[in-house]
């Protein structure tokens, strides 16, 4: 193993809830009722993929931009606030670098919010490449964003790569990207549905990944 690829939001920040609080609201302002937990069971993908669940094709077509364009600044001024990182997740990043793997992050978010992020992670000075959905065309389940992040790191195969994320919607672009994926049950899915998408391994958060690092697949470097 020679490299790390990890999600954001549900793996190093406990955001998932704001997340969803955000697309609920974003449709309840355009008249559309939402069922909260089916929302929540979407997040780990980006809008586009997430919109048709709820809306039909025509509306996405018509209106889609702006809804999407609304829960992004809803979700920056009333959300992003409330946003905390997962215990240990500097820690284990330190950890990892000791290890002498390097570190990349692939969100589904869009440029200045993974910028954000790393803010309240405190971990800019640990990541060597950073992806958003700039790079990617698609959102997860797709592919797009795990091929960009192993584009850029170059010289390395995906065979010595390895995905952390907390949604079967992870689990399932890695696959399709030839990557493999632990998955991390603090995004509140449940270890059956990581399971069944394929992750090769299960930890409780960052902190229980910290703690068993030395038995894990990414001390095989």
Partial sequence: MRAVIFDIDGTLL???DLHAQAWVEAFAHFGVE???AKVRSQIGKGGDELMPVFLPPERIEREGKEIESYRSDLFKQKYLPEVRPFPAVRQLFERIRAAGLKIALASSGKGPEVERYQEILGIADLVDVVTSSDDADRSKPHPDIFEAAAQKLE???????IVIGDTPYDAQAASKAGLRTIGVLCGGFPEADLSGAG????YRDPQDLLDGFDRSLL???
């Avoid at 010289?155 to 790569?161: H, L, S």
Wanted: net charge negative; proline share 0%.
């Fill in 219 to 221: 001390a095989t470097s």
């Fill in 14 to 16: 406990d955001s998932v």
């Fill in 34 to 36: 939402t069922d909260a």
């Fill in 155 to 161: 010289g390395f195969g995906k065979a010595e790569m």
């Fill in 199 to 202: 992750c090769v391994a299960i």
